[in-house]
T-cell receptor, first 113, second 108 residues
Framework: DAMVIQNPRYQVTQFGKPVTLSCSQT?????MYWYQQKSSQAPKLLFH???????NEADTPDNFQSRRPNTSFCFLDIRSPGLGDAAMYLC????????????FGPGTRLTVL | RKEVEQDPGPFNVPEGATVAFNCTYS??????FFWYRQDCRKEPKLLMS???SGNEDGRFTAQLNRASQYISLLIRDSKLSDSATYLC?????????FGQGTELSVKP
């Protein structure tokens, strides 16, 4: 059974058209992460939530926003996608501060036309 | 300097070969260490944690040397199904820091 679910798996949007990616988890984990992974590169952390506390990475562009309305769901909003934002977006969860293991969702592959 | 650096790859090996992956990390405060495997267009999946005492899981052996800030992964008797990208990962303050990955291709 899938524990971290991402929807949609594939998303096509137009240059400048806002898009929202979603992530849900059945693990009841406190921490949720969003990563961006471009082709042949390592995943890059965009931001994470510890419960409701939002933590933005210093180099995450303002174009990227996130919402976590409850423990189970987290959204990534890209306000004005550019061609350079085409990537795989990975959601991950972690139980809490004393655990290291992160559980990844299958990712959403974003194409920007 | 990258926080986590790996062999650039790709590694192309025949079935049955032994393959060694190397990784170094720059921050001595790194707390935990892992190898992840990522298949093409899929999410990273935890392969194994890495401990200073060394640990083995079947054909896979991982080693950590904190003094030299070096992590290794050895795959013995490689299989076609081992073909993937192997990511070296360290944690700092609850965050995963990924290396760029080393691609492995095992050929018949």
């Amino acid at each position: 059974d899938a524990m971290v679910i991402q929807n949609p798996r594939y998303q096509v949007t137009q240059f400048g058209k806002p898009v929202t990616l979603s992530c849900s988890q059945t693990l009841n984990h406190n921490v949720m992460y969003w990563y961006q992974q471009k082709s042949s590169q390592a995943p890059k952390l965009l931001f994470h939530y510890y419960d409701k506390d939002f933590n933005n990475e210093a180099d995450t562009p303002d174009n990227f926003q996130s919402r976590r309305p409850n423990t189970s769901f987290c959204f990534l909003d890209i306000r004005s996608p550019g061609l350079g934002d085409a990537a795989m977006y990975l959601c991950a969860t972690r139980r809490g501060p004393r655990t290291d293991t992160q559980y990844f969702g299958p990712g959403t592959r974003l194409t920007v036309l | 300097r990258k926080e986590v650096e790996q062999d650039p790859g790709p590694f192309n090996v025949p079935e049955g070969a032994t393959v060694a992956f190397n990784c170094t990390y720059s921050n001595s405060a790194s707390q935990s260490f892992f190898w992840y495997r990522q298949d093409c267009r899929k999410e990273p999946k935890l392969l194994m944690s890495v401990y200073s005492s060394g640990n083995e899981d079947g054909r896979f052996t991982a080693q950590l040397n904190r003094a030299s800030q070096y992590i290794s992964l050895l795959i013995r008797d490689s299989k076609l199904s081992d073909s993937a990208t192997y990511l070296c990962v360290v944690t700092q303050g609850g965050k995963l820091i990924f290396g760029q990955g080393t691609e492995l291709s095992v050929k018949p």
